[in-house]
């Protein structure tokens, strides 16, 4: 498709176990973020990818959540021994880069642990 | 650190009437701007992006937002509300090398019939 798709769309999980959410960014797009919307909320920046630079990790809340991108392509966030707090909607986007700063989402992921 | 304040987290609106939902920002130099709209269970859509150039930004569905930097607001409006504009209404900011964007905590619009 010609759009950002993420899976899956939605994952129960249980407290302790481990996630992994991946997102599909639109081809040829440079840079890809993750972020959290909390029921209620706006959303939360947690990290970014450009191309095949370091990755800015400045937003993820703790050491149990990690991301990793190959290239310019799929994206995989991992959260380990997930705990309650961690239930939110895990929006992945992508940016062609360069002077273009528009940030195109996908659905989402909605992750609940139970 | 740059934040961004939408004051109203509900708007309710009749069909036809004026909308208009409030953002200010807050940041030392020129943001980049943005207006996401969220319908139920979807993802974000991008309305309108202000980039330094034209002040009054027009936008899909017949939005549209000003820029004023004295003001530091990026107000979005719509003179007519159809009932299809009910959702969930982002305001964003990205500034630096990451372009991470900051978002406010969105306004439910409501439109009655």
């Known amino acids: 498709g010609a759009g950002v798709s993420q899976s899956p769309s939605n994952k129960v999980t249980e407290k302790g176990k481990d996630v992994e959410l991946r997102c599909d960014p639109i081809?040829?797009?440079?840079?890809l973020y993750w972020y959290r919307q909390r029921l209620g909320q706006g959303l939360e920046f947690l990290i970014y990818?450009?191309?095949?630079?370091?990755?800015?990790k400045s937003g993820l809340p703790s050491d149990r959540f990690s991301a990793e991108r190959t290239g310019e392509s799929v994206s995989t966030l991992t959260i380990q021994r997930t705990q309650q707090e961690d239930s939110a909607v895990y929006l992945c986007?992508?940016?062609?880069?360069?002077?273009?700063?528009?940030?195109?989402f996908g659905p989402g992921t909605r992750l609940t642990v139970t | 650190a740059q934040s961004v304040t939408q004051l109203g987290s509900h708007v309710s609106v009749s069909e036809g009437a004026l909308v208009l939902l409030r953002c200010n920002y807050s940041s030392s130099v020129p943001p980049y701007l943005f207006w996401y709209v969220q319908y139920p269970n979807q993802g974000l859509q991008l309305l309108l992006k202000?980039?330094?150039?034209?002040?009054l930004v027009k936008g899909i569905n017949g939005f549209e937002a000003e820029f004023k930097k004295s003001e530091t607001s990026f107000h979005l409006t719509k003179p007519s509300a159809h009932m299809s504009d009910a959702a969930e209404y982002f305001c964003?900011?990205?500034?630096?090398?990451?372009?991470?964007?900051?978002f406010g905590s969105g306004t439910q619009l409501t439109v009655l019939p």
């Open positions: 964003a900011v990205s500034k630096g090398s990451a372009r991470q964007l900051t």
């Open positions: 986007a992508s940016c062609p880069g360069g002077r273009n700063y528009e940030q195109y």
């Open positions: 990818f450009q191309g095949n630079s370091a990755p800015d």
């Open positions: 202000y980039t330094s150039a034209a002040t």
């Open positions: 081809s040829g797009h440079t840079a």
